[in-house]
């Protein structure tokens, strides 16, 4: 089972399908009780607007390819049943960077 963000404070980042493409995401939410969630994006496109960059340093579990960027501003609803790995879970700093910068986004806060 996942759990919001891999284990609040934290955020889980997994790779999901869509469509047959394989795309890694952030957890934000704790999957609702038909197993569907919100994720945000990650790229390892440089993307200085609307995304905060992490790198495996970043990281409590586990380690990133390469430098990468999530994009709050790239949000999906997706079903447990997309996932097919997990690559880790971000650390506490990495975590609030990544949730503020989505309230803000969406103005969930000031």
Do not use: N
């Not at 609702?32 to 409590?60: C, M, N, Q």
């Not at 997990?86 to 990544?98: S, T, V």
Request: charge should be positive.
């Amino acid at each position: 089972m996942v759990s919001q963000g891999s284990w609040l404070p934290s955020l889980s980042l997994t790779r999901i399908c869509i469509r047959s493409k394989r795309r890694p995401v952030v957890i934000i939410t704790t999957p609702d009780r038909h197993g569907d969630f919100f994720g945000l994006a990650v790229t390892s496109v440089p993307t200085p607007e609307y995304a905060v960059p992490i790198t495996s340093d970043d990281l409590s579990r586990g380690e990133l390819p390469k430098a990468s960027w999530v994009r709050y501003d790239k949000v999906f609803t997706l079903s447990e049943s997309s996932i097919v790995k997990r690559y880790g879970q971000l650390k506490p700093e990495a975590w609030d960077k990544a949730f503020q910068g989505f309230c803000q986004y969406i103005a969930c806060q000031d």
